[in-house]
């Protein structure tokens, strides 16, 4: 545990301070800048996944030709789709590390806003031992938890929050979710599309809304990215999956 | 985030996403029973008068116990109707949290509560174990409407003349008559309200209450005849906001900041300028989260970094130091000349002030009561009273340099 706090809830902690202190007091603003940082930091691994949704895009037609050739062989299917995947040298899981990468930081930017807000006598005496010895650190203390209409140490009452996780996350699932021909596939996907932002919305309805910001500007910053980086809306728009 | 065609793929992904959604679970779930927690915590201590012990538990009741027979006179719950957070929790009673040290006059117990409650427990009624407030024997609470809007109270009160003041986590600073419970305040008048949310306890010095705010301000608000508060136009600002309640002594006034320095302020000039900060050069290991005590033109302030210093309260300057090692979060305490200090691991350390203590100053004894201690404690005629954060009552003798008794404070179940 004290690792932990020595290598990352700490560290995000105290730069959350300062960058509120740099930004005339605004704790929402830090947290808007240092989801910038981790998207930033977290560039090369995002950079990968996007590079790989859009040859995965490319590979459409190659692999629905593939479905339709062994659409009754799932085995045979199997083995060419992974030999097709191997060939364009992309992983369909490599998809997944930016997301597990930022979970660490998920659960470190939960307990930095709980801590630095200091909402109770205790978290308040507990950032004391948290807080590196830099000026701008201590002279930020104690932050104000006011963010436009938001309390940041309280989830949003009025669930707009909750719309825009919910919303942004649904956009940038649908941007890279392919279309298939495969009906139980389609449901599959469907499912998926709509599970992630649907737990995330309904998270945001029992996190600090802190946390939520966090989410929303991060997916906001994923959705533009992927805009530019894949060349457009990929398949947000309608397509036939024939 | 990609979803491939391959179903294989598609269950993998899913269990991931199931990992990632078993941990947001959890943290919901911390979440949910940290707000809705059955044990309410808070750190109120020890004070002493005419032999009785008061103070608030760890479990939200005020106890009184006899310092001669270790024995439980009376106790109180304060309980809060409350609408918890998280999944499952609902409306229920529970215990609330006290975080001010117990202050008593004229057989008149008050505290304030976590709840936002101020409550005056007259010791006589408590003893024939009344279940609701006696207001024949001067008992009342503060607001009665249990309905009634409210914030919590963390700081101590201040019971001074025939006023009890409140700072309030609204920012407020409220005054009531100490008989009654009524506000003192002219219908339609607003109380002054001073911050985003006021932790720290008021200091009185003739009729003008100093107050400190977490957003690096003291303001002095005059107090008329009646009670009633005022704005006055003195007030001090500083860079960094005021981690401890004002201590005043010769018109002035002492307290801790956040940017690690021990702030000396004339309380007749205000403005921005301190009379004097300490450290003189870079500022200490942490914050003065407790208020220093003044005594013979010495403040011992004790600092969240472990150190305890002896400081010329006129000029600033120290006269020693000692390191114990552990935060101090607590104020050091007087008895005669010894200077009683206790660290948050729990170790008590006493100081002859009558003792040569030039540059490290030396305990006369140092006593360990294997608990830590964050709650502010009362010592008399050579017996020091210490809450545990283990909701234990602790009796150290310092003569006798070990704790001689111990009470649980916790209900029996």
């Not at chain 1, 930022?102 to 005496?125: G, N, R």
């Not at chain 2, 899913?14 to 919901?28: E, F, G, H, M, P």
């Not at chain 2, 021990?262 to 208020?291: C, H, Q, R």
Request: charged share 15%; proline share 5%.
């Amino acid at each position: 545990m004290a690792v932990w706090y020595l290598i990352i809830a700490n560290p995000i902690l105290n730069v959350l301070v300062a960058l509120t202190n740099l930004l005339g007091g605004s704790f929402g603003g830090a947290i808007i800048v240092l989801t910038i940082i981790v998207r930033l930091i977290s560039w090369p691994l995002t950079k990968r996944q996007l590079n790989s949704t859009k040859a995965m895009q490319e590979m459409q037609p190659k692999i629905q030709e593939l479905q339709k050739k062994y659409g009754k062989n799932q085995q045979k299917l199997q083995q060419e789709m992974m030999k097709l995947y191997k060939e364009a040298g992309i992983n369909p899981l490599g998809c997944i590390w930016p997301m597990l990468v930022q979970l660490p930081i998920w659960i470190a930017l939960y307990q930095a806003i709980m801590s630095a807000l200091a909402t109770t006598p205790e978290s308040l005496l507990g950032l004391a031992q948290r807080l590196y010895s830099w000026d701008i650190v201590n002279q930020a203390i104690p932050l104000s938890s006011s963010f436009l209409w938001l309390d940041l140490g309280q989830p949003d009452p009025y669930f707009i929050l909750a719309i825009i996780v919910g919303g942004t996350m649904w956009v940038q699932q649908k941007m890279t979710t392919a279309p298939t021909v495969d009906p139980r596939q389609q449901s599959t996907n469907r499912m998926m599309t709509l599970l992630m932002p649907l737990m995330f919305g309904f998270l945001t309805l029992m996190f600090p809304s802190g946390l939520a910001l966090y989410w929303a500007v991060s997916n906001i910053i994923g959705i533009v990215t992927q805009y530019f980086v894949t060349g457009g809306w990929g398949y947000l728009k309608p397509r036939s999956p024939s | 985030m990609a979803t491939t065609q391959y179903p294989s793929f598609v269950m993998k992904q899913a269990k991931i996403l199931l990992l990632i959604a078993i941990v947001l679970l959890s943290l919901t779930l911390v979440s949910c029973s940290a707000w809705g927690r059955q044990s309410p915590g808070g750190w109120a201590g020890t004070t002493i008068h005419d032999g009785i012990i008061y103070v608030g538990t760890g479990d939200g009741r005020v106890v009184a116990i006899n310092s001669s027979t270790e024995s439980l006179e009376w106790d109180y719950p304060i309980l809060t109707r409350t609408q918890s957070g998280g999944l499952s929790c609902g409306e229920t009673s529970v215990a609330t949290a006290i975080y001010g040290t117990p202050v008593v006059d004229g057989g008149i117990v008050y505290v304030g509560t976590y709840s936002g409650r101020v409550f005056a427990l007259n010791t006589s009624a408590r003893s024939q174990d009344f279940d609701s407030l006696q207001q024949r024997y001067g008992e009342w609470k503060w607001p009665v409407d249990d309905s009634a809007p409210s914030s919590p109270i963390v700081a101590d009160l201040l019971l001074s003349g025939s006023n009890v003041y409140v700072s309030s986590s609204n920012g407020g600073v409220y005054s009531l008559d100490k008989r009654s419970g009524d506000e003192n305040r002219k219908r339609g008048v607003d109380i002054p309200v001073l911050a985003n949310k006021l932790w720290t306890s008021p200091a009185i010095l003739d009729s003008t209450l100093y107050v400190s705010t977490y957003d690096g301000h003291i303001y002095a608000l005059s107090v008329d005849e009646e009670g009633m508060l005022s704005s006055s136009n003195w007030s001090f600002e500083s860079d960094a906001g005021f981690a401890s309640s004002p201590v005043i002594y010769e018109d002035t006034i002492f307290l801790g900041s956040f940017d690690r320095y021990l702030y000396a302020v004339n309380g007749t000039i205000g403005g921005d300028k301190p009379m004097w900060k300490f450290p003189e050069e870079k500022p200490a290991g942490n914050w003065f989260w407790a208020s220093p005590v003044i005594s013979d033109g010495i403040a011992y302030a004790g600092c969240l970094d472990g150190l305890l210093y002896a400081i010329e309260a006129r000029t600033g300057e120290k006269l020693w130091e000692f390191d114990t090692e552990d935060p101090i979060v607590t104020s050091p305490v007087l008895m005669d000349s010894l200077l009683i200090v206790v660290n948050e691991s729990g170790t008590v350390y006493v100081f002859d002030l009558d003792g040569e203590l030039v540059d490290e100053a030396i305990p006369l004894k140092t006593i360990s009561i294997d608990a830590a201690v964050r709650s502010s404690f009362c010592a008399q005629e050579g017996l020091v009273y210490i809450r545990g954060e283990d909701n234990h009552l602790y009796a150290v003798d310092i003569d006798v340099g070990r704790i001689i008794w111990e009470i649980d404070l916790a209900v029996e179940e």
